[in-house]
C-alpha cells in the first residue's frame, strides 16, 4: 500500500463549519426568553417540538447511514426526556440528584466516544458493536454517578451541584465537556467533515441544558437547538452525497455540470489528469492508485487564483477559474504541478508483505520493507471564454485540445 510521506494536513478552514450550529445554539437561548410568555397550543407544541424533530433526524439518519448522529439524536431526546419527566424537582431530593449527576456523566462521555469513533456504516458487525458499547457506556454512568455520591459524603466532591450562583453543573462535569470540546475542534480540522462540528453543536445543547437548569423551558430551548444541529449536519450529508466525490473529497461531476450554467462571460477552464496514470496503477494496484489520486485532489484544491476543483472522472480533473483569463492561471496552475511532481510517496513492496494479517500488524511500524520512493506528475491545458468558445462545452473541450497538447509534447506541464 502507498503512503505519503510528510506531516498530517489541518484543514482550519474546517472551522467555518461551526458557525451553523454555534448560532442555533446562541439564538436557542436568546428565543429562551420569550418562550415562558407562549400558552394554549403553542405551548404544547414546544414541549413536543424536540420529539418531532428528533423523529424527523432519525428518519434521515438511516437513510444516508450516518449512525453517528443517529445515536447523538437518541442521546439528546433521552436527556429531554430525562429532565421533563424527573428533573422537575429540586436537586436537593437524592433521586434527582443522582440522576442529574448520571447525566452529566453522560453527556460528555458519550460526546467523546461519538467524537473519536470514525463512521463505518450501520447494518454491519461495526454498527451493532458500536451501538453496544454506545449503551455500555451510558449504563456505567449510573454505578460511576453511586460512587462519586458516596465519595461526597466524605467530604467536599468536585462533582456537588450548584457549585455557583447561577450554574447547575459541577465543577468537574464542566471541566470534562470542555476536555471533550477541545478534542472536537481538533478533530474537526484534522478530518474535516460535519459530523464533527454537529456533535459539537449537540454536546453544547446538551451542556445549557444541565448547566442551567434552574432557567424554565431551558431543556425545551435546548433540545430544539439539538435536534436542528443534527438537521443542518443530516442536510449536509445529502448534499455531500449528491455533490461531493467519495474518493477524493473534491465537487463531483454533477457539482460542475450546475456550476457551468451559472458562469458569467468572463471565465478560464483547466482541463487536467495524472500522467502514466494506467500504467501506475497496473503496476502497484488500485489501493495506491486511489492514494495517488486522493495526493491530487488535495493539492489540486488548493489551487490559487480563485480557482474551483472538480472531479471530471477517473484520473482527470477539472478548474474552474472565474473571472481569469488563462494567463492569470497558468502560474496557479504550474505552482500546482511543481508541488505534485516534488512529493514522494512511499510503495511498500506487496511481494514482501506476509499473507496473513496477523504477521503484517505484528511486522509494521517495526520495520519498513521492500519500500520504493515514486512520484507522480500532472499535465493541464487551460482555455479561457472568448469568441471561439462562446460556451463552457467549447471552453473544456478547447481545454482538453491543450491537456493533449501537453501529453504530446513530454508531459509534466501546462499549456494556456
Request: proline letters at 3%; charged letters at 20%.
Amino acid at each position: 500500500m502507498g503512503r505519503a510521506k510528510g506531516v498530517m494536513h489541518l484543514h482550519w478552514a474546517a472551522l467555518v463549519r461551526l458557525l451553523a450550529p454555534t448560532l442555533i445554539v446562541g439564538a436557542a437561548l436568546i428565543a429562551r426568553e420569550y418562550m415562558p410568555d407562549l400558552g394554549g397550543d403553542a405551548r404544547v407544541i414546544l414541549v413536543n417540538l424536540p420529539y418531532l424533530i428528533a423523529v424527523g433526524c432519525v428518519v434521515m439518519a438511516y437513510q444516508f447511514r450516518r449512525l453517528r448522529l443517529m445515536l447523538a439524536t437518541l442521546g439528546i431526546t433521552a436527556l429531554y426526556w430525562l429532565i421533563q419527566t424527573h428533573l422537575q424537582v429540586s436537586l436537593a431530593q437524592p433521586d434527582a440528584a443522582r440522576l442529574f449527576l448520571v447525566a452529566s456523566l453522560a453527556l460528555p462521555l458519550l460526546s467523546l466516544y461519538l467524537l473519536l469513533i470514525p463512521e463505518r456504516g450501520m447494518f454491519n458487525t461495526f454498527g451493532l458493536l458500536f451501538t453496544v458499547v454506545f449503551l455500555g457506556i451510558a449504563g456505567i454512568c449510573f454505578p460511576l454517578a453511586d460512587v462519586l455520591v458516596e465519595a461526597a459524603t466524605t467530604g467536599d466532591s468536585a462533582f456537588s451541584a450548584r457549585p455557583l450562583e447561577g450554574y447547575v453543573l459541577s465543577v468537574g462535569a464542566s471541566k470534562l465537556a470542555l476536555a471533550v470540546a477541545i478534542v472536537g475542534l481538533g478533530l474537526v480540522v484534522m478530518r474535516n467533515t460535519v459530523a464533527e462540528s454537529v456533535l459539537l453543536g449537540v454536546l453544547a445543547s446538551g451542556f445549557f441544558s444541565l448547566a442551567l437548569l434552574h432557567l424554565e423551558d431551558i431543556s425545551a430551548a435546548m433540545g430544539i437547538a439539538g435536534g436542528l444541529c443534527l438537521v443542518w449536519g443530516l442536510l449536509r450529508s445529502s448534499y455531500a452525497m449528491a455533490y461531493r466525490d467519495e474518493l477524493t473529497g473534491l465537487l463531483s461531476r454533477r457539482a460542475l455540470n450546475e456550476r457551468l450554467n451559472t458562469l458569467g462571460r468572463r471565465y478560464s477552464i483547466a482541463m487536467l489528469d495524472v500522467d502514466h496514470f494506467k500504467r501506475f496503477n497496473d503496476k502497484h494496484g488500485h489501493d495506491v492508485g486511489d492514494e495517488v489520486l486522493k495526493l491530487v485532489a488535495s493539492r489540486v484544491n488548493q489551487v490559487g487564483n480563485g480557482g474551483i476543483a472538480y472531479r471530471y472522472g477517473g484520473e482527470e480533473f477539472c478548474i474552474i477559474f472565474p473571472r481569469r483569463s488563462s494567463e492569470d492561471c497558468a502560474a496557479a496552475l504550474d505552482d500546482v504541478r511543481a508541488r505534485i511532481a516534488d512529493y514522494k510517496m512511499s510503495i511498500r513492496d506487496r511481494r514482501s508483505r506476509p499473507q496473513r494479517s496477523k504477521d503484517g500488524a505484528r511486522r509494521r511500524g517495526a520495520t519498513r520493507v521492500g519500500t520504493d520512493e515514486v512520484s507522480v506528475t500532472i499535465s493541464a491545458g487551460v482555455a479561457a471564454r472568448d469568441e471561439d468558445c462562446p460556451d463552457p462545452e467549447a471552453v473544456i473541450l478547447a481545454a482538453d485540445s491543450k491537456l493533449y497538447k501537453a501529453k504530446k509534447t513530454g508531459r509534466n506541464r501546462v499549456i494556456f
